[in-house]
């Protein structure tokens, strides 16, 4: 934690060369996971091997089940306003939810679906390590299960209060889904509501097999101020609007909420 981004390029590093010990060269890998294995190691090279040998009743988790449950505050974020637990606690009261998204199953005219809503009135929809978990449970249950996954964005992008391991849920995700995709050959619908920004933008929003957006939804990477405020040039308005957006090719069609049922249908 103490070393931020810099500790994440080691994951990198050491999975790329055991790419090329075991791909490459052919040679024979055995990982031993001992208690604890948790975090980064148990997302690299703990699980990169020809064969896992695990000891009796060794805890071993990428996320630990206190972080699936519950947000803490892994970093501990410092800020002058409030303490990241406190804001936590509001939006929990303010919304009646826990986290900034909700999961499930359910049934679409009948048909058997997974689905996750996104609710941008918690803290901006934005995707910490729970958001990030609970996505990739709710793919690994529809690939397991064969179903249709539908996911509604709706989000300021990656959380910051959680540093690095916000950043690390978009490259979980997007793997839950390659497997879901391209190994299972299943189907993914991505709805983008308003707004639909930063890492949810450069992960599993543009994911989808289907790209749906809402009419007049505001869809970007970075923010206009951000933009111009780093590139000292002006954005021309409605350059991040969803039906500008469509004509530059970005998704599949621009769906209002009443057809919508009829339209994901149709396609599951």
Partial sequence: MQEGSLSLMQMAKISSTLYDYQSNKKLFYVSILTSPTTGGVTASFGMLRDIIIAEPNAYIAFVGKRVIEQTLDPIEFQSKEELYKDRID?????????EAIQTGTGQLNGIPIAIGV????????????????????????????????ILVC?????????????????AKISSALYDYQSNKKLFYVSILTSP????????????????IAEPNAYIAFA??????????????????????????????????????????????
């Fill in 90 to 98: 509001f939006y929990q009261r303010k919304t009646g939810l826990t």
């Fill in 118 to 149: 996104m609710d941008f009135q918690f803290m901006g929809g934005s995707m910490g390590s729970v958001v990030g978990e609970k996505i990739t449970r709710l793919i690994e249950y529809a690939t397991n299960n064969f179903l249709p996954l």
């Fill in 154 to 170: 709706a989000s300021g992008g990656a959380r910051m209060q959680e540093g690095s391991l916000s950043l690390m849920q978009m």
């Fill in 196 to 211: 639909t920004t930063g890492g949810v933008t450069a992960s599993f929003g543009m994911l989808g097999d289907i790209i």
């Fill in 223 to 268: 923010g206009k101020r951000v933009i111009e405020q780093t590139l000292n040039k002006t954005i021309p308005e409605g350059s991040q609007a969803a039906e500008y957006l469509f004509h530059k090719g970005l998704f599949d069609p621009i769906v209002p909420c009443n057809p919508l049922k009829g339209v994901l249908s149709e396609l599951v």
